[in-house]
């Protein structure tokens, strides 16, 4: 595999985060196309990875190189917040404005003026609202909506800006199995489509290989992801 066909690629790498022990991760690459779950990751180490990958922190030790350019090098907020944008970060550390609409929440990764949105603006979030499941919603209160219908919206934020790389925490982490799995296969569906990489984190293994064409489980001592059925052989 070539390293230009790599988008994110992380060797080696370990992060203390006050918890039990670092978070490891020995190696992982993420290509265009390839859809990774990992299961073995609670909801902090969860925000750990996401920080490294996007380079608001640093590993301890390793190297975290994200487009091309590792993250120690990334220069100054701009810099930083260009290689942010090109991950759809799928999270509930993202607030929705619950006394805004669906079309507005949607439409503010575009746009700040979203109670004058433009045509264009209002075009591209009614795509996304059909994209992600919430055609039929565009005008109703984001806060009224339940929790299947507040992820569609958090997802179709994190795609609004056409990222290469969607990564979720845990976005199943509300709703129940029904809910989840439909949630799964849309996101799936929108990864193919789209042809970009996609990492999901999250402990409920349905869900994961709903979700993912790889699912790979952690092992936290040595940051080795192993295959689930190299998983199940260890506790066989």
């Given at each position: 595999?070539?390293?230009?066909d790599?988008?994110v690629r992380?060797?080696?790498?370990?992060?203390d985060y006050?918890?039990?022990?670092?978070?490891?991760?020995?190696?992982?690459?993420?290509?265009?196309g390839?859809?990774?779950?990992?299961?073995?990751?609670?909801?902090?180490m969860?925000?750990?990875?996401?920080?490294?990958m996007t380079?608001?922190?640093?590993?301890d030790?390793?190297?975290?190189?994200?487009?091309?350019?590792?993250?120690?090098a990334i220069?100054?907020?701009?810099?930083w917040?260009?290689t942010?944008?090109?991950?759809?970060?799928?999270?509930?550390?993202?607030?929705?404005?619950e006394?805004?609409?669906?079309?507005?929440?949607l439409?503010?990764?575009?746009s700040?003026?979203?109670?004058?949105?433009?045509?264009?603006?209002r075009?591209?979030?009614?795509?996304?609202?059909?994209?992600?499941?919430l055609?039929?919603?565009l005008?109703?209160?984001a806060?009224?909506?339940?929790?299947?219908?507040?992820?569609?919206i958090r997802l179709?934020?994190?795609?609004?800006?056409?990222?290469?790389?969607?990564?979720?925490e845990?976005p199943?982490?509300?709703?129940?199995a029904?809910?989840?799995?439909?949630?799964?296969?849309?996101?799936?569906?929108i990864?193919?489509?789209?042809?970009?990489?996609?990492?999901?984190m999250?402990?409920d293994?349905?869900?994961a290989?709903?979700?993912a064409?790889?699912?790979?489980?952690?092992e936290?001592?040595?940051?080795a992801?192993?295959?689930?059925?190299?998983?199940r052989?260890?506790?066989?």
């Amino acid at each position: 595999m070539s390293s230009d066909d790599v988008l994110v690629r992380l060797r080696g790498v370990s992060k203390d985060y006050r918890s039990l022990r670092p978070l490891r991760i020995a190696e992982l690459d993420l290509t265009p196309g390839r859809s990774v779950a990992i299961l073995g990751f609670d909801q902090a180490m969860a925000e750990v990875l996401v920080d490294l990958m996007t380079g608001a922190i640093l590993p301890d030790s390793g190297e975290v190189i994200s487009f091309g350019t590792p993250t120690s090098a990334i220069a100054g907020p701009d810099g930083w917040l260009a290689t942010l944008d090109q991950f759809g970060l799928l999270t509930d550390r993202a607030v929705l404005v619950e006394q805004f609409t669906v079309e507005q929440n949607l439409a503010l990764p575009m746009s700040v003026a979203v109670e004058d949105m433009s045509a264009d603006v209002r075009a591209r979030a009614a795509e996304l609202a059909v994209e992600v499941g919430l055609a039929g919603d565009l005008q109703r209160q984001a806060g009224v909506l339940a929790p299947p219908q507040r992820a569609r919206i958090r997802l179709g934020r994190a795609l609004a800006l056409g990222p290469k790389v969607l990564v979720a925490e845990h976005p199943n982490a509300t709703l129940d199995a029904a809910d989840a799995a439909t949630l799964a296969r849309d996101i799936l569906a929108i990864v193919d489509r789209r042809r970009i990489a996609s990492l999901v984190m999250t402990a409920d293994h349905a869900f994961a290989r709903a979700v993912a064409k790889e699912v790979l489980v952690l092992e936290p001592a040595t940051g080795a992801l192993k295959p689930t059925s190299t998983w199940r052989r260890w506790f066989s």
